[in-house]
T-cell receptor, first 111, second 115 residues
Framework: AQSVSQHNHHVILSEAASLELGCNYS??????LFWYVQYPGQHLQLLLK????DPLVKGIKGFEAEFIKSKFSFNLRKPSVQWSDTAEYFC?????????WGAGTKLIIKP | NAGVTQTPKFQVLKTGQSMTLQCAQD?????MSWYRQDPGMGLRLIHY???????DQGEVPNGYNVSRSTTEDFPLRLLSAAPSQTSVYFC??????????????FGPGTRLTVT
């Protein structure tokens, strides 16, 4: 069965620090990859997605992710985080008509 | 447009009670789905639908029923609530039938507690 692993369940950073959240998946075929974000008290919203083409994708709010096929990875990055980036981040990969989700990473930014 | 709406926002049930969580979307999306979100487990797919009259099971369908009589609505029924069904439930939709592979739009969630 396909699976998605997010390496860190909790990450605490100071403002202006650089961020990298890991995501690995097990599916070996053609993949669509997503990062979603859930801000406190809000519903999930799409941060960025990869379907094909340039493996470095840019999303909203300065986030980017790199698809490395050989490593089955799709890590999320941001060069300088802000307090408003405090949220839970989910990685997901497609499987037929379904998305398979990682367990999520809670990111806390200290002001 | 309102996007994906869910009612109620909060619900407390006693074990054995039944109820229906409502989900509606006004974007004419073909694909709709129900997830439950539990701490440390991410989102797990309960049921999904690729169009009116078509539904299928996801990863954790036991104890839940769905129907899709219209494009807009996709209610989730809890047949006999159990404490293990305490969770936050999200409805999501996507434009195409292959919506599981595309961007999904989420509702605000329903927080359900079963005592």
């Amino acid at each position: 069965a396909q699976s998605v692993s997010q390496h860190n369940h909790h990450v605490i950073l100071s403002e202006a620090a650089s961020l990298e959240l890991g995501c690995n998946y097990s599916y070996g075929g053609t993949v669509n990859l997503f990062w979603y974000v859930q801000y406190p008290g809000q519903h999930l919203q799409l941060l960025l997605k990869y379907f094909s083409g340039d493996p470095l994708v840019k999303g909203i709010k300065g986030f980017e992710a790199e698809f490395i096929k050989s490593k089955f990875s799709f890590n999320l990055r941001k060069p300088s985080v802000q307090w408003s980036d405090t949220a839970e981040y989910f990685c997901a990969v497609n499987s037929n008509y379904q998305l398979i989700w990682g367990a999520g990473t809670k990111l806390i930014i200290k002001p | 447009n309102a996007g994906v709406t869910q009612t109620p926002k909060f619900q407390v049930l006693k074990t054995g009670q039944s109820m229906t969580l409502q989900c509606a979307q006004d974007m004419n999306h073909e694909y709709m789905s129900w997830y439950r979100q539990d701490p440390g487990m991410g989102l797990r797919l309960i049921h999904y639908s690729v169009g009116a009259g078509i539904t299928d099971q996801g990863e954790v369908p036991n104890g839940y029923n769905v129907s899709r009589s219209t494009t807009e609505d996709f209610p989730l029924r809890l047949l006999s609530a159990a404490p293990s069904q305490t969770s936050v439930y999200f409805c999501a939709s996507s434009l195409n039938r292959g919506g599981g592979s595309k961007e999904q739009y989420f509702g605000p969630g329903t927080r359900l507690t079963v005592t």
